[in-house]
């Protein structure tokens, strides 16, 4: 079987590759090859040189590609697909996690409770934490009473009293239901 893979040449701690046509069978320091279709230094970025049309025939007649070489080809638009995973076994591929950012956001003022009317007037300080995004205030509507009848304060006694609440009929209601 045919395959396209990559042949290492350079000097020490210099390393070039070719990339070579070869039978799976030789081995990779041999120098027997079919065909050398390009080359790639990885220690330098936008040095590799693919013959195209040689690399799409070979593939074309059954050649395998090796997991490097697929991805090479890929990367330089020479075929489509998606990339292989050629990590050793024992290498577990790392995921990369978005990184999320923590501005620190001032502390919001305290914010003070309205005091009802007829009460005595006393402060509440509340601590709101601080939020990612800000809520829109939303202003209560004023909230209109209704009316309060003054109480008369009298001497009577309470028996009289409550004979007097007795007998008296709030307008709204019917006369004959109050005995």
Same mark, same amino acid.
């Given at each position: 079987?045919?395959?396209?893979?990559?042949?290492?040449?350079?000097?020490?701690?210099?390393?070039?590759?070719?990339?070579?046509?070869?039978?799976?069978?030789?081995?990779?320091?041999?120098?027997?090859?079919?065909?050398?279709?390009g080359s790639h230094d990885?220690?330098?970025?936008?040095?590799?040189?693919?013959?195209?049309?040689?690399?799409?025939?070979?593939?074309?007649?059954?050649?395998?590609?090796?997991?490097?070489?697929?991805?090479?080809?890929?990367?330089?638009?020479?075929?489509?697909?998606?990339?292989?995973?050629?990590?050793?076994?024992?290498?577990?591929?790392?995921?990369? #996690?978005? /990184? @999320? +950012? $923590?501005?620190?956001?001032?502390?919001?003022? =305290?914010? *003070?409770?309205? &005091? %009802? !009317?007829?009460?005595?007037?006393? #402060?509440? /300080? @509340? +601590? $709101?934490?601080?939020?990612?995004?800000?809520? =829109?205030? *939303?202003?209560? &509507? %004023? !909230?209109?009473?209704?009316?309060?009848?003054? /109480?008369?304060?009298?001497?009577?006694?309470?028996?009289?009293?409550?004979?007097?609440?007795?007998?008296? !009929?709030?307008?709204?209601?019917?006369?004959? /239901?109050?005995?």
């Amino acid at each position: 079987m045919l395959k396209i893979r990559l042949q290492r040449t350079g000097r020490k701690h210099e390393p070039t590759f070719r990339l070579v046509v070869t039978d799976s069978k030789n081995s990779t320091k041999s120098g027997k090859s079919l065909e050398t279709i390009g080359s790639h230094d990885f220690r330098r970025k936008g040095s590799t040189i693919i013959n195209a049309d040689r690399a799409k025939h070979w593939l074309a007649q059954g050649a395998q590609a090796s997991g490097t070489v697929h991805n090479l080809l890929i990367t330089n638009n020479v075929i489509t697909g998606k990339k292989i995973n050629v990590l050793p076994k024992k290498t577990v591929e790392k995921k990369e #996690e978005p /990184v @999320v +950012e $923590v501005k620190a956001q001032p502390k919001a003022a =305290p914010v *003070v409770a309205p &005091a %009802p !009317v007829a009460a005595p007037v006393v #402060e509440a /300080v @509340v +601590e $709101v934490a601080p939020v990612s995004e800000p809520e =829109p205030v *939303v202003e209560a &509507a %004023p !909230v209109e009473e209704a009316p309060v009848a003054p /109480v008369e304060v009298s001497s009577e006694t309470p028996s009289e009293v409550t004979a007097e609440a007795a007998t008296e !009929v709030a307008p709204d209601t019917n006369p004959e /239901v109050v005995a």
